[in-house]
């Protein structure tokens, strides 16, 4: 059943109305008729099974079915600090962090980072990322859309992540998973998790220092040195596995 995200104001007791984009989606690329089903979110954990009543060139109407669906959700905030990888990266990643539950990626600007981007290109990529998250929570029938935050620096990241309830850094000179293993045992719910990924080419050892210093919890992922996208979806996916197993 396709997923849409509705603002609160456009939904009512017994209805919803669609507007913008996704009217031309639903009207012209999907073809959906009256009578056919969907899933309504208020991006504030509000989910709601519709089926079409009205279809117009400017919204659709759909009367609610049934309200508050199964929370898709995990019971635990889990934001990913992304150092700024090369070429499209970003995108494959937030695309992947977002089906496996995260609530907000933070890229981070770090000492390897290839890519340098000003602050015009910033927002561009910031307004790119933002529809990407929307696409991968529709897909993946999210009850909300995970915030893109601003770039930040390595510095402003560990401060954001000070108050956090746990913060992973895995690091490819960490010598055991066990630690892992430990904190991730400990999360209850309504925490709020970090990761750090280090871009193409690692962490510095000053990063890793600062991060310890922050509170930070150096861990491994495996013997296997990973490249960065593929160490922030099997961290999240860790992540996502122990959280779900043991609280839900």
């Given amino acids: 059943m396709f997923h849409f995200f509705v603002s609160p104001e456009n939904i009512t007791e017994n209805s919803v109305t669609i507007i913008g984009d996704d009217v031309n989606h639903i009207k ?9 089903k969907f899933v309504a979110n208020d991006g504030n954990g509000g ?19 049934e309200g508050q669906l199964s929370n898709t959700e995990l019971p635990v905030k889990l934001v990913l600090f992304q150092g700024l990888p090369k070429a ?27 890519v340098k981007l000003d602050d015009k290109k910033k927002k561009s990529k910031i307004s790119r990322w933002q529809a990407i998250s929307e696409s991968a929570a529709k897909q993946s029938g999210r009850m909300l859309i995970p915030e893109i935050h601003d770039v930040l620096s390595y510095k402003n990241a560990l401060e954001y992540a000070k108050n956090f309830d746990v913060v992973f850094v895995p690091y490819e000179c960490a010598d055991s998973m066990s630690a892992l293993k430990e904190k991730l045992n400990k999360i209850e719910s309504g925490m709020t998790v970090g990761i750090f990924i280090g871009p193409e080419g690692g962490f510095e050892k000053d990063e890793i220092e600062k991060a310890t210093a922050a509170g ?9 040195i990973l490249r960065t996208e593929t160490a922030s979806i099997a961290a999240l996916a860790i992540c996502m596995f122990n959280i779900e197993s043991n609280l839900l």
């Fill in 47 to 65: 989910s709601y099974c519709c089926s079409v009543s009205d279809i117009s060139d400017s919204m659709i109407v759909a009367d609610i079915l």
């Fill in 88 to 114: 499209d990266k970003m995108e494959l990643i937030i695309q992947k962090a977002v089906e496996l539950g995260v609530s907000e990626i933070v890229p981070v600007e770090m000492t390897r980072c290839v």
């Fill in 216 to 224: 930070g919890k150096i861990v491994s992922l495996g013997k296997r």
């Fill in 28 to 36: 012209n690329v999907l073809r959906m008729k009256v009578g056919e």
